[in-house]
């Protein structure tokens, strides 16, 4: 099955995800997807408080930035994958140094393709993303266009998924589905 | 009148065409346009708001005089309710007007919905 939670910065998304692919693995092979790309010290310290949340939990760690089509079909059949986050890995597509920054327009449909195919691929996929919808801030064009792809591909995720939900704190909103415990 | 409420770019306006079977010319957009009355549907209510309080007109009260207008259609509004309170006093006086024009539309629609990346929840 595929679960698609989404939640606020420090909403508790990640450690439930984590539980939430823990329950669904029931003892198979776990795999932790990793898409951060880190750009400073603050970065590598958010990075090294997920590797110890995830501790003696059973994860294979891949790190995977961007291109995730081609790393879906080596991926075994019957892993449980937890992807975190969307919110990095279209980061890391929209906005690449090779092309000085400037939003890539393929960034949206690249990441649509990479995470069907990675709900396709394996037994359980969990992915993570960040809601970031809710606030009357106007913001720069290129930012604005993160925020309209990430809006695309939240709702591409949400119709793909058989579970949805909104995290808050470590608490879930089910919009969609049941959330396996 | 229906009123879809949810974040930016949360799948309100398909979440209306599949609702109400809405082609896209069905569909009004206040912030290309402005409000369109001979259609169904209209979206971007924020964006009226925010011309509202340029010409210096009261939104709530614009919709309160043209009841007719709209009470058989549907509307869709951004949510721009959260986040951080503006720094800029135009953009606080827009979410305020939003929110205000928003609790109004709520207490006369008949279904209110709230849309989550293209998932609809009655809260109406």
């Known amino acids: 099955m595929t679960v698609f939670l989404a939640g606020g910065s420090k909403s508790g998304k990640s450690d439930l995800a984590q539980k939430v692919a823990c329950a669904l693995a029931a003892g198979g092979p776990l795999i932790y997807l990793a898409t951060m790309h880190p750009t400073d010290e603050e970065d590598l310290l958010r990075i090294q408080r997920h590797i110890q949340r995830r501790e003696g939990l059973g994860f294979q760690t891949i790190e995977r930035e961007r291109n995730l089509m081609d790393l879906v079909p080596q991926l075994p059949r019957d892993a449980t994958v937890l992807l975190d986050s969307v919110t990095a890995l279209f980061t890391n597509e929209l906005f690449r140094p090779e092309l000085q920054w400037v939003p890539d327009q393929t960034a949206v449909s690249r990441c649509r393709e990479g995470l069907l195919a990675l709900a396709d691929r394996v037994r359980h996929a969990v992915v993570v993303s960040d809601l970031l919808f809710g606030d009357a801030a106007r913001y720069d064009p290129d930012t604005e266009c993160f925020r309209r792809g990430l809006g695309a591909l939240s709702c591409i995720l949400a119709a793909r998924a058989d579970t949805v939900a909104e995290v808050c704190f470590g608490l879930p909103t089910v919009w969609k589905g049941v959330l396996p415990a | ?124």
Not at chain 2, 26 to 47: M, R, S, Y
Not at chain 2, 90 to 113: F, I, K, N, P, S
């Open chain 2, 1 to 124: 009148m229906d009123l879809i409420i949810g974040g930016a770019y949360m799948g309100k306006r398909t979440f209306a065409m599949g609702r109400y079977g809405f082609s896209e010319e069905d569909i009004g957009d206040a912030a290309v346009d402005g409000l369109d009355f001979q259609k169904p549907c209209n979206t971007h209510l924020e964006a009226f708001v925010s011309s509202c309080i340029w010409h210096k007109m009261d939104a709530v009260v614009w919709f309160q005089t043209h009841r007719e207008w709209w009470t058989d259609t549907v509307l869709i509004c951004r949510d721009i309710s959260g986040g951080i309170v503006p720094l800029q006093a135009e953009d606080r006086r827009w979410r305020e007007e939003t929110g205000r024009l928003l609790q109004y539309l709520a207490g006369e629609a008949e279904h209110v919905y709230r849309v989550f990346c293209g998932l609809g929840v009655a809260l109406k």
